[in-house]
């Protein structure tokens, strides 16, 4: 009997081991542990306050990418660099491409003096909508199942209480901007919500001038467009400097709001920066 006990216990353990999983921002650890819940373990590369175009990861999180099973990549700039480097420490790591299925919008620049915009690559904020919300949470649901199928249902029902979230933050959403009219524009340092706006009839106006803070000339011509826009807020982000937006804010006399698109509490996130445009308390 002494034999078979330390055998049972680490068929246990084998059977009840969480599934490894490496996601490269934050948002994405909502989503997976929203539908793996606590059969789950979710390691983040970029950290809160961390920017996904510069960052490096830690000796400690490259022991984690060496043990685990499932690796979530959203398109973030890093990505592009690291992921190979991942693959040749794991090569039994699945990644899975969460942006597929999704139509990438150009990321916007704003254009020196001009009141439009030029492309300059890819949006890769694609989490900053509902509508992907739904289709990024599809691909860690058939992920989970496949990589874990005798708790697919399981994971199902996680699915469907995550999505029923979604479709709910997405209705408070349109019915704060109900109210305004199609068009209607807000200002961003960095242009990180192209999804947001594309999806509900919004404009945003960037401050940075090609990855930079505007030169004073410039930042009379943004100020301008904000007045002409009849901006009501202006949204920055704790990974860049807000020393233009605070500028512009003072001659504006509107507020400067701190809001991340890397926040953990996506819903929440998406809904504040719906009522701020709205001007909503």
């Given at each position: 009997m002494n034999k078979i006990i330390p055998i049972f216990i680490v068929f246990s353990t084998f059977i009840l081991a969480n599934i490894?999983?490496?996601?490269?921002?934050?948002?994405?650890?909502?989503?997976?542990?929203?539908?793996?819940?606590?059969?789950?373990?979710?390691?983040?590369?970029?950290?809160?306050?961390?920017?996904?175009?510069?960052?490096?990861?830690?000796?400690?999180?490259?022991?984690?990418v060496a043990k685990a099973q499932l690796y979530f990549a959203i398109g973030v700039e890093f990505e592009k660099t690291w992921l190979p480097r991942f693959k040749d420490l794991n090569p039994k790591m699945k990644v899975i491409d969460l942006s597929q299925g999704i139509r990438k919008i150009p990321m916007a620049a704003h254009h020196h003096e001009e009141e439009h915009h030029e492309e300059s690559g890819l949006d890769p904020h694609i989490w900053t909508v509902p509508e992907n919300v739904a289709i990024i949470a599809q691909h860690i649901f058939n992920a989970l199942a496949s990589e874990d199928p005798q708790n697919s249902a399981y994971y199902k029902a996680n699915l469907d209480t995550f999505l029923a979230k979604v479709k709910e933050t997405d209705a408070r959403i349109k019915n704060y901007?109900?109210?305004?009219?199609?068009?209607?524009?807000?200002m961003v340092f960095h242009p990180s919500w192209g999804y947001?706006?594309?999806?509900?009839?919004?404009?945003?106006?960037?401050?940075e001038i090609e990855g930079k803070n505007p030169k004073p000339r410039e930042l009379i011509a943004?100020?301008?467009?904000?007045?002409?826009?009849?901006?009501?807020?202006?949204?920055?982000?704790?990974?860049?400097s807000d020393a233009s937006a605070k500028i512009i804010a003072d001659e504006l006399h509107i507020p400067v709001i701190k809001v991340s698109p890397l926040a953990a509490d996506w819903s929440e996130n998406l809904i504040r920066i719906a009522k701020a445009i709205a001007g909503v308390e």
């Open positions: 490894n999983t490496i996601v490269s921002i934050v948002p994405e650890a909502t989503f997976v542990k929203a539908i793996g819940k606590d059969k789950v373990d979710v390691t983040v590369m970029v950290s809160p306050g961390s920017s996904p175009h510069t960052y490096e990861p830690k000796p400690s999180q490259m022991k984690a901007l109900a109210p305004l009219p199609k068009g209607t524009t807000f947001f706006a594309k999806a509900y009839g919004l404009k945003q106006l960037p401050i943004v100020i301008k467009a904000a007045q002409k826009a009849h901006v009501r807020a202006i949204f920055t982000q704790p990974e860049f």
